[in-house]
């Protein structure tokens, strides 16, 4: 979980467009709880742009986002909101709350895939952490590259069994000593090798 202050906040044609002081790993389609701004700025929204220019409104006939090109300004989110219209102003009272918690792999899988059958307590109070860790990790180095995954559901079986080697797949064939990074076979199931925009 990730918090950010705000910069500036601006409602138009019901689109909310607010700013924050630092830049953020805030990605398209995901979700961002709003806080500490007058109403009907706070909630938690849906992010449908992150513009870098100064957000002029919808056009009125295509239902385009219009932007000043003229007018950059950094580090925006974008999101539905019914209000009336609120001009471009500065407002350090809020803040934009970020949570990834990506569960695309369970401990029980990793146990499986291991080969234990039967797990103590404290082997499966370890096995949630490395599953928690892994999918964190495997979701960030996608979204790194450029995919746009769901949260909840693995985007396929390979992304699904690379997330589940991550935490051991480095320790196949550790007497020729360690190795940095992740191996190459799960870098290709997750798909890290090739970014997937220009």
């Known amino acids: 979980m990730a918090t950010y202050k705000t910069q500036t906040k601006q409602l ?3 689109y909310a467009c607010i700013s924050t002081l630092e830049a953020t790993e805030i990605a398209l389609g995901e979700s961002v709880a709003v806080s500490g701004l007058a109403a009907p700025f706070t909630g938690t929204f849906t992010v449908l742009a992150l513009p870098q220019y100064l957000f002029i409104g919808v056009d009125g006939i295509s239902g385009v986002l219009l932007y000043d090109e003229n007018t950059a300004v950094p580090n925006q989110i974008l999101y539905a909101c ?6 471009f102003v500065v407002d350090f009272s809020g803040s934009v709350t970020y949570t990834q918690t990506c569960s695309w792999i369970t401990a029980a899988q990793i146990l499986t895939y291991l080969g234990i059958a039967t797990a103590t307590v404290d082997d499966t109070t370890f096995v949630t952490q490395c599953a928690s860790a892994a999918n964190n990790f495997a979701y960030r180095r996608r979204q790194e590259c450029g995919y746009f995954d769901s949260l909840t559901t693995s985007p396929g079986g390979d992304v699904t069994l690379a997330t589940i080697m991550l935490d051991f797949a480095s320790f196949d064939g550790m007497s020729a000593g360690s190795t940095n990074g992740l191996s190459p076979l799960v870098k290709q199931l997750l798909g890290v090798d090739r970014p997937q925009v220009a």
């Open 82 to 87: 019914t209000g009336t219209d609120v001009e």
């Open 12 to 14: 138009l044609d019901n």
